[in-house]
């Protein structure tokens, strides 16, 4: 039987998900934090770890990191809120073997994980088509790959109209810990203001 391990800081999400996958006949394990994921990965093993990118703790993406590097050979389905190409290829740099977003039809995060568990790959089409499009050379990266994924990932909801108190609530943070975010990103990205934030957003497609 396989055996898949669900991480996600909402257990009606990872309800869902166990939900959707019972016909695949598999076990489940979940983990709402970081901590727990990692324990876990040491302790068992798993044929698939489904991971949200935006956590609260940490960054799904650092704790994918962490996962390839106890078991490199654990492939990883990535959960993701965020539907942007950029997202997607920090994802697989990070070692993810698949990529979906949480507004997919619920038969397509099944095929993904049906592909994944069976030693594919996955992304879904929308975001395929676009990694095809912006794919680059790593010397013509744009000014936001200088962003953690944590800094990105604020940036891009601050650019799609969301508040301090927004955000915080979305990513299990504090309106300060956001806010210092908000400033790094105004330094490292040389911004004056959210409306700077706003226009490179639409014009490098970090937004929809």
Excluded at 1 to 15: F, G, S
Aim: overall charge neutral; hydrophobic content about 40%.
């Amino acid at each position: 039987m396989k055996r898949i391990l669900i991480v996600d800081d909402h257990e009606v999400v990872r309800a869902g998900v166990i939900r959707l996958a019972e016909h695949l006949g598999a076990a489940f394990g979940e983990a709402s934090t970081t901590t727990e994921a990692l324990e876990l990965v040491r302790e068992q093993n798993w044929d698939l770890a489904v991971i949200d990118i935006s956590l609260g703790d940490r960054s799904g993406l650092e704790l994918v990191r962490e996962v390839r590097q106890i078991r490199p050979n654990l492939p990883v389905l990535i959960l993701s809120m965020h539907s942007e190409e950029q997202y997607a290829r920090r994802g697989f740099r990070a070692g993810a073997t698949g990529y979906i977003t949480k507004d997919s039809p619920r038969d397509e995060l099944v095929k993904a994980m049906r592909r994944v568990l069976e030693g594919g790959r996955y992304v879904s089409p929308d975001i395929a088509e676009k990694l095809i499009v912006n794919l680059e050379a790593d010397r013509d990266r744009p000014a936001h790959w200088a962003l953690s994924d944590r800094e990105l990932e604020v940036m891009c909801l601050i650019a799609s109209g969301k508040t301090i108190s927004d955000i915080a609530a979305l990513l299990s943070l504090s309106d300060k810990t956001v806010s210092t975010y908000r400033a790094r990103i105004l330094e490292k990205m040389r911004f004056s203001s959210n409306a700077e934030m706003i226009r490179y957003a639409i014009r490098n497609h970090l937004i929809s």
